[in-house]
T-cell receptor, first 112, second 114 residues
Framework: DAGITQSPRHKVTETGTPVTLRCHQT?????MYWYRQDPGHGLRLIHY???????DKGEVSDGYSVSRSKTEDFLLTLESATSSQTSVYFC???????????FGNGTRLTVT | DQQVKQNSPSLSVQEGRISILNCDYT??????FLWYKKYPAEGPTFLIS?????DKNEDGRFTVFLNKSAKHLSLHIVPSQPGDSAVYFCAASAQGGSQGNLIFGKGTKLSVKP
């Protein structure tokens, strides 16, 4: 799984609480990504990072923020979780130009 | 507005036969295409890719065909094996994926029956 660790693997939280998901890589890849997977929607990009402290929004960024203070770590934060953010979240890493992304095993988040 | 479309949610194939998974795209700026396989409770795994300068790429039992004029690509698996049963995602990016971010289709669930 290309040296990508996501934590936690499962989390249940209540509406309105903050949640942070962590992605850690050991591949020293420049690019890191957060995707969410929902039935009927495939994988949708939330945010991505193209270097330390360099991030940008993806297709479904509302309600999410990210931070990357080190090459190896990319954090996804839900400032105030909502039930619509119940999903499976995947972190991915990549080298950029014409290279595939490699994914972690996901975090299943349930917001009650 | 879906830029990458996989119009078949599911496909069932007999072991040993060919599996053909299809994908259509709308953005003419896409120039790098990939297929991923996903098992339950795991992350997507990269299978095979193709750049727009080619029309075919082969890796073992997996071949991807690209028809740029039709904005269509397909994944052929020959021969299909029960272990190929998974959800297959088509993905694409523009400008060679200079930022690497991919646009995914909704997936096709392949079932290979023994």
């Amino acid at each position: 799984d290309a040296g990508i660790t996501q934590s936690p693997r499962h989390k249940v939280t209540e509406t309105g609480t903050p949640v942070t998901l962590r992605c850690h890589q050991t591949e020293n890849h420049r690019y890191m990504y957060w995707y969410r997977q929902d039935p009927g929607h495939g994988l949708r990009l939330i945010h991505y990072s193209y270097g330390v402290k360099d991030t940008d929004k993806g297709e479904v960024s509302d309600g999410y923020s990210v931070s990357r203070s080190k090459t190896e770590d990319f954090l996804l934060t839900l400032e105030s979780a909502t039930s619509s953010q119940t999903s499976v979240y995947f972190c991915a890493i990549g080298r950029g130009l014409n290279s595939p992304l490699h994914f972690g095993n996901g975090t299943r988040l349930t917001v009650t | 507005d879906q830029q990458v479309k996989q119009n078949s949610p599911s496909l069932s194939v007999q072991e040993g036969r060919i599996s053909i998974l299809n994908c259509d795209y709308t953005n003419s700026m896409f120039d790098y295409f990939l297929w991923y396989k996903k098992y339950p409770a795991e992350g997507p795994t990269f299978l095979i890719s193709i750049s727009s300068i080619k029309d075919k790429n082969e890796d073992g039992r997996f071949t991807v065909f690209l028809n740029k004029s039709a904005k269509h690509l397909s994944l052929h698996i020959v021969p299909s094996q029960p272990g190929d049963s998974a959800v297959y995602f088509c993905a694409a990016s523009a400008q060679g994926g200079s930022q690497g971010n991919l646009i995914f289709g909704k997936g096709t669930k392949l079932s290979v029956k023994p």
